[in-house]
């Protein structure tokens, strides 16, 4: 089978971090060929892990000005010649553009999308709607990561047959930790793993350190639009607590920052199914998360959920899973056991069968 997956840019996120981890578990021991096409070809730490294990990748420029229409007749010049079985697109740009550099093309190749979110800022504009509703058309499957994710999809562009639910994964293995002994700690460390991006909320959390007591510190990591970035530490400054929070950037080491963690949280406004989240949750570290769509399925059970935008019971369930160390554990016990449900070889698994069950319908 020859696979092409077709991403905006390997810079940082979720649906770029599935990439790394997804595409080469797709090439089933050899068996297949899977590629990589970029819009924006620049050179990142996830761009680099890929080319290392293989996976060839193909780019059509190297700037982020991913909506520019040239960008749709350098897609048209790319697929002009199509040699895949399967295109698989992720993220918004390369949804609507893939299916427009295709029309009038002799087109071979299954066309399947993944929705990475509940939330989609183009579902506001309302003749926008029209548009997404002749792109999802175009696709052979859309892969919703969670059941939230379909139901919000379908509210929006009606029911489709097309629609399946293959939960994202990561490699869990690399993530597990033994759980810590904290009972004889007197100074803590928060880790937030998110992209600087306008759906994460670390405003939030950055008020609820503002609460703590000194000994507790907080570690962001992540990279993002320089804009949100700047506004993120603005707001640190202000709260006078660039003592107490280190910004980390992009890192591709986050098991080990997990392990030297205590708490890990994710304060967002809305998400997919975060992985971020399985990883936090593998990690031996209980894992507090914003009550919202996309973190309440995967939170709720294992780890603990706090209101929206509320810093006061953020930072009181922090202090309090720090000072009580049996619940501790045992929170932290419960998320191990959740995250292992969602390890990648079952993602891949699952889309190779969805690749199949294409491809079979098509021979017939």
């Not at 629609?163 to 759980?179: E, S, W």
């Not at 950055?206 to 993002?224: E, S």
């Not at 019971?313 to 932290?332: G, M, S, T």
């Not at 990648?344 to 021979?363: F, G, H, R």
Request: charged share 30%; proline share 3%; hydrophobic share 40%.
């Amino acid at each position: 089978m020859r696979i092409l997956h077709v991403i905006t840019s390997l810079y940082t996120g979720g649906a770029e971090r599935l990439m790394v981890d997804l595409l080469p578990l797709l090439r089933n021991g050899g068996q297949n060929q899977v590629d990589l096409l970029l819009i924006n070809g620049v050179d990142t730490p996830f761009k680099k892990k890929l080319e290392d294990e293989g996976i060839k990748i193909f780019a059509l420029q190297n700037t982020n000005d991913v909506y520019h229409p040239r960008v749709i007749s350098r897609m048209r010049r790319f697929f002009g010649n199509e040699k895949y079985d399967v295109i698989h697109t992720h993220n918004t740009a390369t949804q609507l553009y893939v299916p427009l550099s295709r029309l009038f093309l002799s087109k071979k190749g299954k066309l399947v999308t993944t929705e990475h979110s509940t939330n989609s800022r183009r579902r506001s504009l309302w003749w926008f709607k029209p548009i997404d509703k002749w792109m999802y058309s175009r696709y052979d499957a859309i892969v919703c990561i969670a059941e939230k994710c379909r139901i919000i999809l379908e509210e929006y562009i009606g029911h489709q047959d097309t629609i399946a639910i293959i939960n994202n994964g990561v490699d869990v293995k690399r993530f597990l930790h033994p759980i810590k002994d904290i009972s004889q700690q007197d100074s803590f460390i928060i880790t937030m793993v998110a992209a600087l991006r306008v759906e994460k909320d670390h405003e939030t959390l950055l008020k609820a350190v503002k609460l703590l007591p000194n000994k507790y510190r907080l570690r962001i990591v992540g990279g993002g639009p320089r804009e949100v970035a700047d506004s993120v530490k603005a707001r640190c400054h202000e709260l006078n607590l660039d003592d107490r929070v280190d910004f980390m950037g992009l890192c591709m080491d986050v098991p080990n920052i997990l392990e030297q963690s205590d708490v890990v949280v994710l304060s967002s406004h809305w998400e997919g199914l975060s992985l971020s989240s399985i990883e936090g949750m593998a990690s031996g570290r209980p894992f507090i998360a914003s009550d919202v769509d996309g973190l309440r399925e995967m939170v709720n059970g294992a780890g603990v959920l706090f209101a929206h935008g509320d810093e006061k019971e953020l930072a009181e369930k922090i202090q309090w899973l720090c000072e009580h160390p049996d619940e501790y554990r045992e929170v932290a016990e419960r998320c191990q056991d959740k995250a292992r449900q969602y390890d990648i070889s079952v993602t891949a698994d699952k889309y190779l069968e969805l690749y199949e069950k294409l491809l079979s319908k098509s021979s017939k």
